[in-house]
């Protein structure tokens, strides 16, 4: 069965650094998120995209952050000046479809900010 | 925005018995709902959902019922067992994606 993956499975990074976290969706998915999970918290919604282009975005995904489907198969989320609180479970997903859908998620990308 | 409540926040059963799980939300446009499984340490997993046309769906052991005029859907665990124990969250698809507070089910053998 097709499975979404992420790298690093753990980055451990300084306060300020920029992190580049990346995901490969399942291939015939057309929508994709991210989602972070702060330890103990819940899943919380920052983006998702479609057609190369942010579809919705929360609260929590401001200038900070931006996502890029550099190529065919890669989509990735930047966090350009890491701060402590961004210390969480980063988590991907995809689906076929943006409602209605069931989302896939990725095993998850630990983020420690130091 | 959204406002997503699970009730309760943690649940101890004994097993074999029945836990049951309920998600409250506020988003009128939500015509989908799910719930994901979520070990520790581990991915959300979807373990059932239903849409906003049915009432109700069984899977087995796990059932989830929808009342969409009070806008609030539960999940339904019979005869549970130890490895059902995880954080069960609730999901409802409407112009945003938000999860609900989680609940912590413990079944004790």
């Known amino acids: 069965e097709p499975e979404v993956t992420q790298t690093p499975s753990h980055q451990v990074t300084q306060m300020g650094q920029e992190v580049i976290l990346r995901c490969v969706p399942i291939?015939?998915?057309?929508?994709f998120y991210w989602y972070r999970q702060i330890l103990g918290q819940k899943v919380e919604f920052l983006v998702s995209f479609y057609n190369n282009e942010i579809s919705e975005k929360s609260e929590i995904f401001d200038d900070q952050f931006s996502v890029e489907r550099p190529d065919g198969s890669n989509f990735t989320l930047k966090i350009r000046s890491t701060k402590l609180e961004d210390s969480a479970m980063y988590f991907c997903?995809?689906?076929?479809?943006?409602?209605?859908?069931?989302?896939?998620f990725g095993p998850g990308t630990r983020l420690t900010v130091t | 925005g959204e406002n997503v409540e699970q009730h309760p926040s943690t649940l101890s059963v004994q097993e074999g018995d029945s836990a049951v799980i309920k998600c409250t939300y506020s988003?009128?446009?939500?015509?989908?709902f799910p719930w994901y499984k979520q070990e520790l340490g581990k991915r959300p997993q979807l373990i059932i959902d239903i849409r906003s046309n049915v009432g109700e769906k069984k899977d087995q052991r796990i059932a989830v019922t929808l009342n969409k005029t009070a806008k609030h859907f539960s999940l339904h665990i019979t005869e549970t067992q130890p490895e059902d124990s995880a954080v069960y969250f609730c999901a409802p698809n409407g112009n945003q994606f938000y999860f609900g507070t989680g609940t912590s089910l413990t079944v004790i053998p």
């Open positions: 988003d009128s446009a939500s015509n989908y």
């Open positions: 291939s015939n998915h057309l929508y």
């Open positions: 997903a995809s689906s076929e479809a943006l409602r209605g859908y069931e989302q896939y």
